[in-house]
């Protein structure tokens, strides 16, 4: 309890999470407020777009993405593709097409050559909610979009790109809350300018760990040593001798902190090897690509 006899629970971010005893704990009531916030804001437009990393494709999405979608045609976005192991990707847009009914597209925020791909099947989703539109004997309006996703995904990455060529605000609409705000994409698309960032209920705690990996969870929420640790572990069973070769470690030494901290001599007094220093430098490592491109989940899942 703080001074005010409040809860600490009761002053955290709605969707922040917290770890308890080696766990990444999500609390459902601030769940269920971020869902409702959500489905306010995908009530108002024609078409999702989903931003998944893509080096945890399964990980990163939200498993009751439908029951927030309801009948709204989705768009799956797998990106950072530039992080992702390239022989893999191809795989995994097969795999969660079928898995999901939906078309996958791939995206790198650092150019823009996939976005032109992304606003054309934007359009093509939206075109039977037109169709509809004009069987009723109303005009035909351009196809309101959002981009949702977990967070740091990259959600406000491709927002930005997708509105590069068009700062036009064209801000409220008819029917549509004042609070909202549009940018006109082209005249056949508008789109929300701020994203839907989907709650991370998550029972599945290898998928949690993942989301750690990736930064997609509070800081605040886990340990970098253990994280890294495990981290580490996931690596050497598939990318061993790759990361390794990354810190130089030979091919029987055991991929661990400790050994990464001496052979990048960072050592404490005593000789110590300085765990928490390396630990965030393999996370950081990892998440920048400079160990390496990697697609962390499996197709088994």
Request: contains cysteine; charged residues 30%; glycine residues 4%.
């Amino acid at each position: 309890m703080d001074h005010n006899g409040k809860s600490q629970n009761d002053n955290r971010n709605e969707t922040c999470p917290d770890i308890i005893h080696g766990h990444i704990h999500w609390y459902p009531g601030h769940i269920a407020k971020a869902e409702k916030k959500l489905k306010e804001k995908i009530s108002l437009v024609d078409v999702v777009i989903e931003v998944l990393d893509a080096r945890i494709p399964l990980s990163s999405c939200y498993k009751d993405i439908e029951k927030l979608l309801g009948e709204k045609p989705r768009l799956i976005v797998l990106n950072k593709i530039d992080l992702a192991e390239e022989k893999e990707v191809k795989k995994w847009i097969a795999h969660i097409e079928a898995l999901s009914g939906c078309p996958v597209l791939t995206a790198d925020a650092k150019n823009s050559r996939d976005f032109s791909k992304i606003i054309n099947k934007a359009l093509e989703l939206g075109e039977p909610k037109m169709q509809t539109l004009i069987r009723k004997g109303l005009l035909r309006r351009s196809v309101r979009v959002m981009v949702v996703g977990m967070p740091n995904v990259g959600k406000s990455s491709i927002i930005n790109k997708l509105t590069k060529t068009s700062k036009t605000k064209i801000g409220a609409k008819a029917g549509v809350t004042r609070q909202q705000q549009w940018v006109r994409i082209n005249p056949k698309l508008d789109l929300l300018d701020t994203p839907g960032i989907i709650p991370m209920k998550q029972e599945n705690q290898d998928r949690a760990k993942r989301l750690a990996f990736v930064n997609s969870i509070s800081e605040n929420a886990y340990s970098n040593e253990l994280v890294a640790a495990d981290l580490l572990l996931l690596l050497s069973k598939k990318y061993s001798d790759r990361v390794k070769t990354q810190y130089n470690l030979a091919e029987d030494e055991e991929l661990t902190i400790e050994n990464i901290a001496r052979s990048r001599n960072w050592i404490m007094l005593g000789a110590m090897p300085d765990i928490e220093r390396t630990a965030a430098f393999i996370l950081l490592d990892f998440r920048n690509g400079k160990m390496g491109k990697f697609i962390l989940d499996e197709l088994e899942e």
